[in-house]
């Protein structure tokens, strides 16, 4: 297990000068200084405000984003998000992340108030189809997300964001699939594959826990919790799909993978820790090695997805398209997404990759170190469909 990210939560103004930021530093600091005698590898230190129109007063929404990237780089911290949420700056969405080299956006499409939005959406959809052209790799579509339902403080990227609260916060994103591998491989039956998963979460996150209030007390920023998704990485190993495989005995995408999903996230849902963040299954397809080896040969689509995404945790994760996809198409799939996520009451998120000169069903050539290549998918849309006008 590693952990992937400390993101820390703060509002900010305009002119990036609050004394939330300072305590945001000093946390950043602290937990890097900690982490290797904690007994943690701490991959990278992330930065979140609150939504983008609840800060802009004079600045562009560009100019902002291009300050706000310089100042948490001051601070130390590898990484940040913006979350785009008000029509205002809906269409900046493509320019933010193309001229910026740290910086994470989201855009939220629905949520549980007011339903799905259609103007975000198609804006979602035009952001995506954008940035798949605005560099030779595609890659600049790993920096941004359509977000549906999804809540603050969910500490991955790039759908985090700062809430109400006033004084900065902080909680851990895991890279834990490994654990969840070793735990379903050696179990011989369910009722021990669970116990062991338990037991193997709650002993790291009572380390997490323990370190996380160090933290809390040196900084002065509030100790949030663990979000236990368990991010996987491009290594058999380490890849939630395998650990699925090792449960049921079948490939990934065959049937019994629903049942696998929806027995992880209750899994996780039993643990006892500090919980933050989504806190569920986590499937992205590019950043899983057996996820990637399975779209190879063609045993789930798209459908089968966003089926899982109905009991498990973030939707549709790093996906690969056709480089032709268009923006209809896109916004097509964003809209069943979209429904799942304000029907089921749960936070669904779509980082979407078309990838240039690709067809469906043929192999991306990503040389990427958090990238398996896997087979691109194509996305059945009706170009007549009235819904995406409205």
């Known amino acids: 297990m590693k952990i992937r990210s400390t993101t820390t939560f703060a509002r900010v103004d305009e002119n990036l000068q609050t004394a939330a930021l300072e305590r945001a530093a000093a946390l950043n600091q602290a937990a890097r200084a900690t982490a290797d005698d904690a007994g943690f590898v701490l991959q990278t230190t992330r930065f979140a405000a609150q939504p983008l129109a609840e800060i802009l007063r004079a600045s562009s929404a560009l100019e902002f984003g291009r300050a706000y990237e310089r100042r948490y780089r001051e601070l130390g911290?590898?990484?940040?998000?913006?979350?785009?949420?008000?029509?205002?700056?809906?269409?900046v969405a493509p320019a933010l992340v193309a001229e910026t080299e740290t910086l994470f956006v989201s855009l939220a499409i629905a949520n549980q108030v007011d339903g799905i939005q259609f103007d975000a959406l198609r804006a979602a959809a035009r952001a995506i189809h954008a940035?798949?052209?605005a560099s030779a790799d595609g890659l600049f579509n790993f920096r941004f997300a359509a977000a549906a339902n999804v809540p603050p403080f969910v500490p991955y990227f790039p759908t985090a964001y700062a809430g109400d609260a006033d004084a900065p916060c902080f909680a851990f994103a895991l890279e834990a699939a490994d654990l969840a591998v070793d735990a379903f491989t050696a179990a011989p039956t369910l009722r021990d594959a669970q116990a062991r998963l338990i037991n193997a979460m709650e002993a790291h996150a009572a380390?997490?826990?323990?370190?996380?209030a160090q933290l809390e007390t040196q900084s002065g920023a509030r100790y949030?919790?663990?979000?236990?998704?368990?991010?996987?990485y491009p290594s058999e190993n380490a890849s939630l799909a395998t650990a699925?495989?090792?449960l049921t005995g079948a490939r990934f995408g065959t049937r019994g993978t629903l049942f696998a999903a929806a027995f992880v996230t209750d899994t996780l849902r039993r643990a006892r820790f500090t919980r933050a963040g989504f806190s569920a299954l986590m499937l992205p397809l590019l950043e899983d090695w057996?996820?990637?080896?399975?779209?190879r040969e063609n045993l789930f689509t798209l459908d089968s997805l966003l089926l899982y995404s109905t009991v498990c945790g973030t939707g549709l994760d790093t996906i690969p398209l056709a480089g032709d996809t268009t923006e209809h198409a896109i916004a097509a799939l964003l809209l069943d997404l979209a429904a799942l996520a304000t029907k089921l009451a749960k936070p669904l998120t779509a980082r979407l990759v078309p990838v240039?000169?690709?067809?469906?069903?043929?192999?991306?050539?990503?040389d990427f170190e958090f990238f398996a290549n896997a087979n691109v998918f194509g996305i059945e849309a009706d170009a007549s469909m009235k819904l995406l006008e409205m």
């Open 244 to 246: 699925l495989e090792r």
């Open 207 to 212: 380390r997490l826990d323990a370190w996380g």
């Open 131 to 133: 940035l798949a052209r």
């Open 224 to 232: 949030a919790g663990i979000d236990f998704s368990m991010a996987p």
């Open 356 to 366: 240039a000169g690709t067809r469906a069903g043929e192999g991306t050539q990503f």
């Open 290 to 295: 057996t996820m990637a080896r399975r779209s």
């Open 77 to 91: 911290f590898d990484y940040g998000a913006l979350l785009l949420s008000a029509p205002s700056v809906y269409d």
